[in-house]
């Protein structure tokens, strides 16, 4: 079965990534964090037997962490989250793949195992979910393009995880969740996070 695993990454640039992070603990604070959480996002993904496409927020880095055996490299389309996101899954579902699932990269406490889950998951659902405490979620699998979830909705907002939820069951797409994780938004999560690491 051909499987993938999309995941989505901001371009290392100063004051660009984890604003929300930096708006208390600074610019530089906020870039060495997401270097932490890039790295932590490639080890777990790298023990996966399925194909990554890492989708650049501007533009593909030629140098980067990524350039390592079974990465791929792409650019997230012009578009609000949600199209980014459907664009992404149906590119790859049009490569053949059959199960799809998409991540981000700040969220420490995403595992192999759990991403393992995601696709054991996929074999008797057609999606997989995985629930962040902020209301969102942090990773989202699919056996095929379900166009609805990535409509209507105000991206990260504490919402997007129960309307995603509500389109599936009202579209009769059959689900399964995954554990309750926290994504690295705002200080509070960083010092969160730190307390699991130590």
Not at 84 to 93: H, I, R, Y
Not at 158 to 183: G, R, W, Y
């Amino acid at each position: 079965m051909k499987e993938a695993i999309i995941i989505f990454v901001r371009n290392l640039q100063l004051g660009k990534v984890k604003t929300r992070l930096a708006t208390t603990l600074g610019d530089e604070k906020a870039l060495t964090i997401y270097k932490e959480l890039l790295h932590h996002t490639k080890e777990i993904t790298a023990q996966i037997k399925a194909d990554k496409y890492v989708f650049y927020f501007d533009k593909i880095e030629e140098n980067d962490l990524w350039n390592a055996p079974g990465f791929f490299k792409c650019r997230q389309c012009n578009d609000e989250l949600g199209g980014k996101m459907k664009n992404a899954f149906k590119e790859l579902f049009d490569k053949g793949y059959e199960n799809v699932a998409i991540i981000g990269s700040d969220c420490f406490e995403l595992t192999t195992a759990i991403i393992w889950e995601a696709f054991a998951l996929l074999k008797n659902n057609d999606a997989v979910i995985g629930p962040a405490k902020d209301g969102g979620y942090y990773l989202l699998g699919m056996k095929k393009l379900i166009e609805p979830i990535f409509e209507n909705k105000q991206w990260s907002t504490d919402s997007v995880f129960s309307e995603t939820i509500n389109d599936l069951t009202k579209n009769n797409f059959s689900f399964a969740s995954l554990p309750v994780l926290t994504d690295v938004d705002t200080e509070e999560d960083w010092s969160h996070t730190k307390k699991i690491l130590l």
